[in-house]
Nanobody, 127 residues
Framework: QVQLVESGGGLVQAGGSLRLSCAAS????????MGWFRQAPGKEREFVAA????????QYADSVKGRFTISRDNAKNTMYLDMNSLKPEDTAVYHC????????????????????WGQGTQVTVSS
């Protein structure tokens, strides 16, 4: 089992940047594929970005491609989301998630694939 805690959210102007972090408990962080999802008020939770166990494979939603970068540091049990050129439509609660994977390069991009979730961190982008 793994526990996830997000941090780094806040209020930023359009065009600005933020770095989100997701800290994981336990000694088996490198056995989990990880992902970032977001949920705006009145909307369903949507995929943002995913990274494989090894960090060697990543995938992004079209809406954030070229602006967001997902990464992980297995030695620190931490995953990151660097968000640049933020837009008001990026406003949401951002959640990190973990899914145990056998293969080092497998990524997971749907809500149903993930077993563990953090509480979320609010990102608000003002126009």
């Amino acid at each position: 089992q793994v526990q996830l805690v997000e941090s780094g959210g806040g209020l930023v102007q359009a065009g600005g940047s933020l770095r989100l972090s997701c800290a994981a408990s336990g000694r088996t962080f490198n056995t989990y594929a990880m992902g970032w999802f977001r949920q705006a008020p009145g909307k369903e939770r949507e995929f943002v970005a995913a990274i494989s166990r090894s960090g060697g494979n990543t995938q992004y939603a079209d809406s954030v491609k070229g602006r967001f970068t997902i990464s992980r540091d297995n030695a620190k049990n931490t995953m990151y989301l660097d968000m640049n050129s933020l837009k008001p439509e990026d406003t949401a609660v951002y959640h990190c998630a973990a899914d145990r994977k056998f293969y080092a390069l497998t990524v997971a991009t749907t809500v149903n694939e993930y077993d563990y979730w953090g509480q979320g961190t609010q990102v608000t982008v003002s126009s």
